[in-house]
């Protein structure tokens, strides 16, 4: 059975005289997370607009949010501290970027300390 208003999930097609048209609806695509030797993460310290306090950033990450939740579940582990991840970040409580980069590395990262 067909939803009602499958039509409002359609982008960009308004009208089309081919007979044999067949829209294909946009799913969920998220895109596949790389292998770790082909992730360029780049850690580096940050200060703004968090009251003062530094943390550390892990920027870089593509993939999945699930795999990206795994890492900074391990990072935060590793290093002892507190943390989240989202828009495709890690952040972590404090300035932890040289054991960050030697987790990264161990776990088979290409990372980079950034300032």
């Given at each position: 059975m ?8 359609r ?6 005289t081919?007979?044999n048209?067949q829209?294909e609806?946009?799913?969920?695509n998220e ?7 082909q ?7 940050d ?10 950033l ?6 999945k949010p ?6 900074t579940?391990?990072l935060?582990?590793k290093?002892?501290v507190g ?5 495709g ?7 932890l970027?040289?054991k ?16």
């Amino acid at each position: 059975m067909a939803k009602k208003n499958e039509w409002k999930n359609r982008d960009g097609v308004v009208y089309s005289t081919n007979q044999n048209f067949q829209y294909e609806y946009s799913g969920n695509n998220e895109a596949d997370t790389l292998p770790a030797q082909q992730q360029n993460l780049k850690v580096l310290l940050d200060k703004s607009g968090r009251a003062g306090k530094q943390v550390t950033l892990v920027t870089g990450f593509l993939g999945k949010p699930g795999d990206l939740e795994s890492l900074t579940k391990l990072l935060k582990t590793k290093c002892g501290v507190g943390g989240s991840s989202k828009n495709g970040e890690i952040i972590l409580q404090g300035d932890l970027r040289d054991k960050v980069v030697q987790a990264l590395i161990k776990e088979g990262y290409k990372a980079k300390r950034i300032g």
